[in-house]
Structure formats: C-alpha cells, structure tokens
C-alpha cells in the first residue's frame, strides 16, 4: 500500500531527502503528505512545495502542551498512516503521542537501548565501544523508549572523534530509515499492541540491516 508520511523535522532534513529520493526512484511506495517543523527556518521544509509545509515556533503559544496540540491537529489534517520524525529535535509530549499510539516512528543515532538522549557518538567513544550505530524505533512517552524495529552498526575506528564518527553513521541512516519505510509499505513489517510483526512473526530483537559505509 502507499504509505501516507508526515515528516517532523527540524533542521536540514537529510532523512527527509533520502525518502523523497527513494519515492521519486519508484523504490518506496510513499506520499510525504506534509512536512511540520518548529522551526521555520528549517532547510527541511524546503525539500517539499509550500502546500505541504507547517511550521510553527513554540514561543509563539501559551505553553509546549498548546503547541503539540497544534501541530497534531496539522497532522491529522493530512491523514497519514506513520508520522516520521526525521531530526525533530523537541520531546514530543504525552498528550500528542497519545493522539497517534504505535504510528510515531523515530531514528536514533545509537544502538538502542545504548544511549537514549543526546550526545550519542561521543558517549560512545568515551565507553569505548567497538562498534555503534543508529536504530528505528516507535515512539512512546519515554525518551528513546519505543520498541526497536530495526538497526544498522558501523565500527568505531582507531581515532575516531565524535564528528567522524556521526558522518559514519548519518551513511546508514538514511537506507535504514527508508528500508524499515518499505517494509511497512508492503506489509511485512506490521505493529500489533505496540510490538512489531515481521511476516508475522514477533519480532523480539530488533531487524539487524547492514549497508556499505566508509
């Protein structure tokens, strides 16, 4: 089926691009139906037409609760079957998750549950970790706490700082990000009370994916 995506992001929207690229190459059967952001200066937004773009700044509402409020009306407008955040950089609240339970899905860049939050790449460095890595995961009211669908590891090499390292890792994000949205698309990977299915089957450890990287 074609998947109906509305993206959340804040920032440049590389994600974003990888899945636009793969529907324009007719290898995702996707439709991003809006792209909504809490900054609207977001180069993210710019990677669709105006119709498509929403974007509101926090300070701009009473409160966090008033704005997650309207951004999940904005949403449901759209009718999308996922919402992707796709480097959205605000904690969404209780209320919105809520409001769309087990459709939320979120790239992190770690091996969940290794180092929820942020600074990732040098957390890992610091641990000394020989490999690391980004993970797909739904989203629920814990921070970096949904269920993993899928990962993808890149080794930690001799020398690696923590700017090397996350370049290493954006390289499998994006085809991690797009294969998990294919999946979903031809209904092999389904998401039952908040555990996911892989043709039918639970999946109890998250997808292992490897993709080239350097």
């Known amino acids: 089926m074609t998947l109906r995506l509305a993206i959340l992001a804040s920032g440049r929207g590389s994600n974003l691009q990888a899945i636009l690229d793969a529907i324009a190459a007719g290898t995702l059967d996707a439709q991003v139906v809006g792209v909504f952001s809490d900054q609207p200066a977001a180069q993210a937004l710019h990677r669709v037409p ?6 509101r700044r926090v300070k701009d509402f009473a409160n966090r609760e008033a704005f997650d409020a309207a951004l999940a009306d904005a949403i449901a407008a759209v009718t999308p079957d996922w919402i992707v955040c796709a480097g959205y950089m605000r904690i969404l609240g209780a209320a919105f ?3 769309f ?3 939320i899905l ?8 290794k180092y929820k939050g942020l600074h990732t790449h040098q957390r890992a460095i610091d641990a000394g970790d020989d490999e690391h890595g980004a993970s797909v995961h739904l989203v629920n009211a814990e921070l970096d706490g949904g269920a993993v669908l899928a990962q993808s590891r ?7 700082d923590a700017e090397s390292l996350a370049a290493r890792v954006l390289q499998v994000e994006h085809p ?4 998990v949205l294919r999946m979903l698309a031809s209904g092999r990977l389904v998401e039952q009370d908040g555990l996911p299915l892989l043709d039918g089957h639970p999946a109890y450890t998250p997808l292992r994916l490897e993709f080239a990287h350097s």
């Open 50 to 55: 105006a119709p498509l773009r929403w974007a």
């Open 97 to 99: 998750v809520e409001r």
């Open 101 to 103: 339970p087990a459709r």
């Open 106 to 113: 979120n790239i992190h860049p770690s091996l969940l549950p």
């Open 154 to 160: 890149v080794p930690v090499l001799p020398g690696d």
């Open 176 to 179: 991690l990000y797009v294969e």
